[in-house]
Every structure is written in structure tokens, then in C-alpha cells.
């Protein structure tokens, strides 16, 4: 997430949102979630898409799917 | 002019609120308003602008983002017989301070996102403009914050319109949009009545719509495309369907969700759809018309999009803000470039790497392709577009010097000048006479659409502590557009932090994405800092993870 918003790893929190950070735009967002896809093998519907606005968010999505443990 | 006295850019509005006043105009995530409760509350916001008709008001500044009070704004600032002046919350606020400064407004009205910065950007401001706060609870929330509200939600509720409102003359200002300006300073563009209305019947009589219609509204205010949007549509007594920032990453299930008819975007958002796979062959069947505009549409996008929406038109069109929305139209067609040995299809196929042509002026244009000096050059050869016609605007908001600089006469007979706006795009006349983009004769950017003088960029950059020189440059650059900023800087400055600096400073489109050190900068043999040199370096050093 780090490297696909260009942001320093310690900026990457929960709260970390879409439009926060000038990186994290309507390009980036679409990358995001083609690199969330790839690194956890999961596809993330045109639904969720616009729901996943945050890096809490794609946590959440991620655990609910299974991709990764619940916090 | 040929536009009748008394026929503003909102007199259309204003009908429809009589013969279509219980339609739809106007959807904003879970409202909606008809076109009976737009005008009354448009009337509202002109009632306490105008302190009940008595005060003239000249600019009006909209400092709202696809908000209903966005919209109510815009239209209330014309009913108050202002030119009304798009500010984005999202942009710096020292930004947006200069705007305000420039454009020195009588007034500004707020949504809840403008509010939340207002007192910052009014700051120093003086004298500052009157406030008007009609979302509930946002006027109290500004005077804790020492912000005077001349008209708070109650205040707006309770207005008493006047009975007759303000009727702008055709070459009164409508609206000044700022746009990116090369010293670092944005600049501002004056269009009038007259100006918006003659492309705005040339886009009626084009893509005649109805009350059935429900088309997007995906441009940001502060791009005049979106006059387009809010116009185009009322006149017609459509419903216009405002998407949130996030929605405009998945245009296809918009567009399916809101069952739109018309879809107006940058290319960059169907690239979008391309790329995560959305844009499947007949997934969007509601639309009638698919538009582009802002950056170069290459041929695939458009081959994609029209296959996803099989009953659509899909034109490309071009035009700066200075020659108001749009001046050129290509209609694109599925045989275009399909064969590419075909004759005929081969005469109005794209141009350079796949990118649709701009196509030919609107009715009442002229365009005309020039030399360094000016002088029309032959048929195929690339020079300078120059367009002139009614849609020419009177030129920069308060700065006659670059006025006469982009706004020039051309005599096409001994006897007679036009005025025509060099448009600084670099295009060739096709033999069909449609006409294609090749690239800039300078160094303006699109960045999605939106204008970016790069020097703009290497102003802000200049302005931080520890900087010696600096450019910027559009990277990547994918099928003509770029998607983003790349900047390259000489000096001590801590080059991870710069991002983050100039971001106080430019809009999030402008900001780099990445800042490479450069301690010796490139020269070319002009003795100038040589830009693709640098942008081979970039490929050439490994890009950090």
C-alpha cells in the first residue's frame, strides 16, 4: 500500500483515507485495489470498490473474506 | 452577439421551474430536487445576496463541492444577476485565498466542506466577502470561529425574493474559472452570458435531450466542462445526477445504478473502467450519449466504451476555457480506423499513436492553424490551433497583459481581423477537415483532465527552503495523458518531504508523485534545462518500490 499511494509505511493506518493524501486518488484507488487483488488473491466487486475508502476498510473486507485473519 | 437580450445562462432554468416544476432536476446522493424547489431555493440565495433586490451584487464566490448547496449557489449567484465563482474545498486554502483576493467577491456562499476552512481562507482577506450560509448549523459553527455570517439557514429559509430579479446583459461575466497559471499564480477566466449560450445551443442542437433525460455530473465546478453538466441539462428540463469523488472510480455501475442516459467525462475515467476490467460489451444500455472531453481520447476507449453501451453516440470534444466549454466536436464511429487501408475510413481515422481526432468547429467557429509567426500553414502540416467566433471569451480576469498575449488579431484579408485565442495545442488539419491533436507548443500539462502548467508546479517547489532548481514533468504518460507529476530538484532540500510542502501550496492533481534529486542538471543546446534528458533518467534508475 505503501508504495502504490507513495507514502512512508508509517502513514499507512486504519485511518488512512481516499482524497487524505494526494496520492490516493480516483488513478491510485483503481491500482490499489488491482494490488490488493494481486497480493491477496481475492476480487473485490464493483460494489465494494467505491466502499473501500479507507485502509480500515480494506482491512475489514480482507478479514470478512477470509484473505486475512481478524484483528 | 446573437444572443436575444434578456436571455441569460440560467433563463432556461427559470422556464423549466414554470412548465416542468415537478420533474427532477437535481440528484445528490439521497436528494432530490424538482425543478420548482431549485428555482425556489436559487431565488432565496439572489433574495439574500441582494439584500431583497436592493444591493447590486457583481461576483459571487460557490465555495461548495457536490453539495445541493453547491448547485443551489451556482444558480442563486446568477438569479442575483452575479458572475458566480467555483472555489473548491479541496484545494490549499492559501490557493484558494488568492483566488478570493483576485476575483475580489462580493459574497460567498458555503456548504458544510467550504465552512470548515473559510475562517483560514478568509484570513487577511479585505475587505472580506459577505457570507452566506444556508446548510443548517454551519453559520453557527463560522461565528465560533470568528467568521461574520451575513445570512445564516434561517436567514436564507426566510427570505422574501424579490419580485423581479436582475436580467444580465449577453456580454455580462457569467462565471471566472481559475485555472493553472505558469508564474504559480492562477489565473482567471471571464466568460459571458453570450459566450456560454452560444455553445449551449450548439450542444442542445446537437444532443437534443427531454424531461426523461438523467445525465452526470462528473466535472468539478472549478472545470467548465461542468457548466455543460448543470446547464445543458436544466435546459432541457433533465434530471442532473451528481456522483461523490469515490463513485467516479467505477463510472459503470453509476451509470447502471442512476439508469443515466448521457455520460460526460474525462477519458481518464473510462480508462479507469478499462482497467478493473468493468467495461464488458453492452453493460451500460441506458445511455444516448457518451462524451468526452479534457485530455486525448485514444481510439480504444472509445471502441470499449461504445461497445458497453451499444445505443450510445460517442463524441470526443476539445476546447479550452478560454473559448468557453467546448469549440471542436469529432463524432466518432465504430468504422473508424477499423480498416486501416479503407479509404474513406482511412481519411477520417485518428491521428497520431490511436488518439481520436478533435474533430471540427462547433457552427459559427473558425479555427485556423498557424506558424511561430502566425501565418496559416498548408493543409497537413502540425502548427498552432487558433480558433475565433462568439465563443471567444473577453480574456483574463484582470490582467490585460496576457490578454493581448493569448487574445490576437489575424487578418485573413487585408481588410479585415478576427480576433482569435491561440490555444497553444499543437494540431494538424486532416484532408477529411477534421482536425488532430499532437501535443502542446508549450509546456501545459493534463493531469485528468485538468490543466497543469508545469510551471506552476516548479514554482511551488522553488518556494521551499533547500530547492535550487527545479522541473516538473507529466509521468506517467499513458496513451497521451498523464497520470500524474514527476519532479526533478537540485539543492539540499529533503526531497521525500517535498510532496507533502507543495501540497500546501497546489491542487492534489499538481502535487508529484515522486521527487528525484538531480545535482546536475541537463542542458540541452539551448542552454535550457533539458526535460526528456531528465525523463530518461527516470527509466533509467530504478523506480523505488
Known amino acids: ?71 | 452577439m446573437d444572443v436575444q437580450p434578456g436571455r441569460a445562462l440560467h433563463t432556461a432554468l427559470q422556464a423549466r421551474a414554470q412548465d416542468a416544476a415537478e420533474r427532477p432536476a437535481l440528484t445528490v446522493q439521497q436528494e432530490t430536487l424538482t425543478y420548482a424547489a431549485l428555482d425556489a431555493a436559487a431565488r432565496q440565495v439572489a433574495a439574500v445576496l441582494t439584500a431583497g433586490g436592493r444591493v447590486p451584487v457583481e461576483r459571487v464566490g460557490v465555495f461548495a463541492s457536490r453539495s445541493v448547496t453547491a448547485y443551489v449557489a451556482t444558480a442563486g449567484a446568477l438569479y442575483a444577476g452575479a458572475a458566480y465563482v467555483p472555489l473548491n474545498p479541496r484545494f490549499p486554502v492559501e490557493r484558494t485565498r488568492a483566488m478570493l483576493r483576485r476575483a475580489r467577491l462580493d459574497a460567498v456562499v458555503v456548504d458544510r466542506a467550504g465552512a470548515a476552512l473559510l475562517a483560514e481562507v478568509l484570513a487577511g482577506v479585505s475587505p472580506a466577502p459577505r457570507v452566506v450560509a444556508p446548510d443548517d448549523g454551519v453559520a453557527e459553527a463560522l461565528r465560533a470561529a470568528g467568521v461574520p455570517v451575513a445570512a445564516d439557514a434561517a436567514a436564507v429559509r426566510d427570505a422574501v425574493p424579490p419580485a423581479a430579479l436582475p436580467a444580465p446583459l449577453p456580454d455580462d461575466v457569467a462565471y471566472v474559472l481559475f485555472t493553472s497559471g505558469t508564474t504559480g499564480e492562477p489565473k482567471g477566466v471571464a466568460v459571458t452570458h453570450a459566450n456560454a449560450l452560444h455553445f449551449l445551443d450548439a450542444a442542445a442542437a446537437r444532443y437534443p435531450l427531454g424531461p426523461d433525460d438523467r445525465c452526470s455530473q462528473t466535472f468539478d465546478q472549478t472545470f467548465d466542462l461542468a457548466v455543460f453538466d448543470l446547464f445543458l441539462t436544466w435546459s432541457a428540463g433533465a434530471c442532473l445526477v451528481v456522483p461523490q469523488p469515490i463513485e467516479l472510480v467505477a463510472p459503470v455501475r453509476f451509470v447502471q445504478r442512476h439508469v443515466l442516459t448521457l455520460w460526460f467525462s474525462v477519458p481518464s475515467a473510462a480508462a479507469l473502467a478499462i482497467k478493473k476490467g468493468m467495461l464488458q460489451p453492452g453493460v451500460m444500455p441506458s445511455l444516448r450519449y457518451s462524451l468526452f472531453c479534457g485530455e486525448p481520447l485514444p481510439e480504444a476507449t472509445a471502441r470499449l466504451w461504445a461497445a458497453a453501451a451499444p445505443a450510445s453516440r460517442v463524441e470526443n470534444l476539445y476546447g479550452p476555457t478560454e473559448l468557453t466549454i467546448a469549440c471542436l466536436v469529432y463524432p466518432w464511429r465504430a468504422d473508424d480506423g477499423a480498416t486501416a487501408h479503407d479509404g474513406e475510413a482511412d481519411a477520417r481515422r485518428e491521428g497520431p499513436d490511436g488518439i481520436v481526432p478533435i474533430g471540427r468547429p462547433l457552427p459559427g467557429l473558425g479555427a485556423l492553424v498557424v506558424d511561430d509567426a502566425l501565418r496559416p500553414v498548408a493543409d497537413g502540416e502540425p502548427g498552432e490551433l487558433l480558433v475565433c467566433g462568439p465563443q471567444t471569451t473577453p480574456g483574463y480576469w484582470c490582467d490585460p497583459e496576457r490578454t493581448r498575449e493569448r487574445f490576437v488579431d489575424v487578418h485573413l484579408s487585408p481588410t479585415r481581423a478576427h480576433r482569435f485565442y491561440r490555444t497553444g495545442d499543437r494540431v494538424r488539419r486532416l484532408a477529411s477537415g477534421d482536425y488532430v491533436y499532437i501535443g502542446r507548443t508549450d509546456t501545459q500539462i493534463k493531469v485528468l483532465g485538468f490543466r497543469v502548467e508545469l510551471g506552476d508546479v516548479e514554482s511551488a517547489l522553488l518556494r521551499q527552503p533547500g530547492v535550487v532548481q527545479a522541473v516538473a514533468a507529466g509521468w506517467p504518460v499513458e496513451d497521451g495523458r498523464a497520470a500524474g507529476i514527476v519532479a526533478f530538484v537540485s539543492g539540499d532540500a529533503d526531497v521525500d518531504e517535498l510532496p507533502r510542502r507543495v501540497a500546501a501550496l497546489i491542487p492534489p492533481y499538481m502535487v508529484p508523485s515522486r521527487v528525484m534529486r538531480v545535482d546536475d542538471m541537463p542542458l540541452n543546446p539551448n542552454g535550457k534545462i533539458d526535460r526528456r534528458a531528465l525523463l530518461v533518467r527516470l527509466t533509467e534508475d530504478a523506480v523505488p518500490a
Not at chain 1, 483515507?17 to 476480487?43: C, K, Q, R, T
Not at chain 1, 480494506?58 to 478479514?63: G, K, T, V, Y
Open chain 1, 1 to 71: 500500500m505503501a508504495s502504490t499511494l507513495a507514502v512512508p509505511p508509517e502513514q499507512v493506518t486504519d485511518a488512512l483515507a481516499f482524497n487524505a493524501v494526494p496520492s490516493w486518488d480516483s488513478v491510485n484507488h483503481i491500482n490499489l485495489m488491482l494490488a490488493v487483488e494481486d497480493a491477496f488473491g481475492v476480487a473485490i466487486p464493483d460494489d465494494d470498490i467505491v466502499e473501500l475508502t479507507s485502509v480500515g476498510a480494506i482491512r475489514r473486507f480482507l478479514a470478512n473474506t477470509g484473505a486475512v485473519p481478524a484483528a
